[in-house]
């Protein structure tokens, strides 16, 4: 195998890990749950709090822009999702967004009640839709959850919107987003995709792929930090026609007017309720701009080699005997993650991160490995696994203080 610390040498990317904060010592193989700290981030943050807040007070919503934010941080999120200008939005949390784009996307499709979803996918997902279908009945709409192999031909006319995952947050497998997207409009449903676990990690095309609407997350390869707001895509063909419930103040056309009755901002705008976190916006500004110039072909490749030599090692290492990998093989099909099997899949995390490996777990027996490859490097990967096949071989993972379960997996 080639040396690992010469692959970091040669890595194009290797320089933009210097731009983030990381405890030394740690392996953080966790930027798909929560991102790293951009060196930038807390001077910026403390400016908001101090100048901002503390001196400019409310003059502040003009003089430094907050008013602004939901759409400049979408702006700057937009090139990240193959998005032309003008259809993406900063604001609330996915599970919020999903509620908007769903109704929005029922009432584009009046007669169709049925949101289609794949098995396994993120549960915040179904719960939002459950909790649509409570509201509107079951009449106007009804949630149908199906492997996801079985999509293509549940397509039927009564379709409203497919709803999916790019990437399954478990298993790590990646859909294909432009057939997915095509086989749901010739049968004339709408597409939302998920993109917690692609925006920012992979490049995605989404006018390319014509896709309808898209949801994505703030603070997993984003790197906006705990609770960093969501974003929204709406494709542009669809702005005149959309309507959103959530039909707050400052997403209406003149919000300072205090208009008795609503009428919506132009395009993807109207995605916005409420006053906007500024000071967790400002965060995730400041976050994205570790992404200016970065090549995300570049990234990809990155991010792919990093689990390949994972795999690599984990089979030298003999390690793949008692771990099963869930994650599929080829590229198109997976994320940036690799999820492994394993019947102490929990203490074997438990153990790891006592080793200074950071990783997660996923009810009932998954291991998470995520690989952000803006601050990941190769020489870390032999080191995970080199503590991973130590771990095993030692049975460290059955030490009783490792089955405790915390609140937070
Ligand atoms: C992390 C994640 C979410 C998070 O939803 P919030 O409402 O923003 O907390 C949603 N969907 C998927 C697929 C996720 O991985």
New binding site residues.
């Given amino acids: 195998m080639i040396d690992a610390a010469r692959l970091d040498a040669e890595d194009p990317l290797g320089h933009l890990r210097e731009r983030f904060l990381l405890p030394e010592g740690t392996i953080y193989f966790d930027g798909n749950s929560l991102g790293a700290l951009p060196k930038d981030v807390p001077a910026r943050v403390a400016d908001a709090v101090r100048r901002q807040w503390g001196e400019d007070l409310i003059a502040s919503w003009n003089r430094h822009g907050w008013i602004d934010l939901p759409r400049r941080v979408g702006e700057a999120i937009a090139p990240l999702l193959g998005a032309a200008p003008g259809q993406v939005l900063c604001c609330d949390?996915?599970?919020?967004n999903l509620f908007k784009l769903l109704s929005a996307a029922l009432a584009l499709r009046p007669g169709r009640p049925v949101l289609l979803t794949a098995a396994g996918?993120?549960p915040?997902?179904a719960y939002i839709t459950q909790g649509l279908a409570t509201l509107l009945g079951e009449a106007r709409c009804r949630l149908c959850t199906v492997p996801a192999e079985e999509i293509p031909a549940r397509l039927d006319a009564d379709v409203a919107v497919l709803l999916l995952?790019q990437v399954n947050?478990r298993s790590g497998e990646r859909h294909d987003m432009q057939a997915l997207t095509r086989r749901a409009q010739a049968a004339g449903a709408l597409v939302i995709w998920?993109l917690?676990?692609s925006a920012g990690v992979m490049p995605i095309a989404l006018d390319d792929c014509e896709v309808d609407f898209a949801v994505g997350?703030g603070y997993?390869f984003l790197n906006g930090g705990p609770g960093a707001p969501?974003f929204v895509y709406a494709n542009r063909r669809h702005h005149e026609r959309m309507q959103q419930p959530l039909s707050g103040w400052l997403g209406h056309r003149e919000p300072f007017a205090f208009d008795a009755t609503y009428t919506p901002a132009d395009g993807v705008a109207r995605f916005q309720s409420g006053t906007p976190p500024v000071l967790s916006m400002l965060a995730l500004e400041a976050a994205l701009e570790v992404f200016h110039d970065v090549d995300l072909e570049q990234l990809r490749d990155k991010s792919l080699a990093l689990a390949d030599r994972f795999y690599a090692c984990a089979e030298h290492a003999g390690v793949l005997g008692e771990l099963e990998w869930i994650t599929p093989r080829p590229p198109a099909r997976r994320g940036s993650q690799i999820s492994l099997r394993h019947p102490m899949a929990w203490e074997l995390s438990q153990a790891l991160i006592a080793s200074g490996v950071i990783v997660d777990f996923r009810a009932p027996d998954i291991l998470r490995i995520g690989f952000a490859p803006l601050y990941n490097g190769f020489r870390e990967v032999d080191a995970a696994v080199q503590r991973l096949a130590e771990i095993l071989r030692e049975g460290r993972h059955h030490d009783p203080s490792f089955c405790v379960r915390h609140t937070v997996t």
């Fill in positions: 949390s996915i599970s919020v996918d993120f915040t997902d995952t947050y998920d917690a676990h997350c997993k969501a």
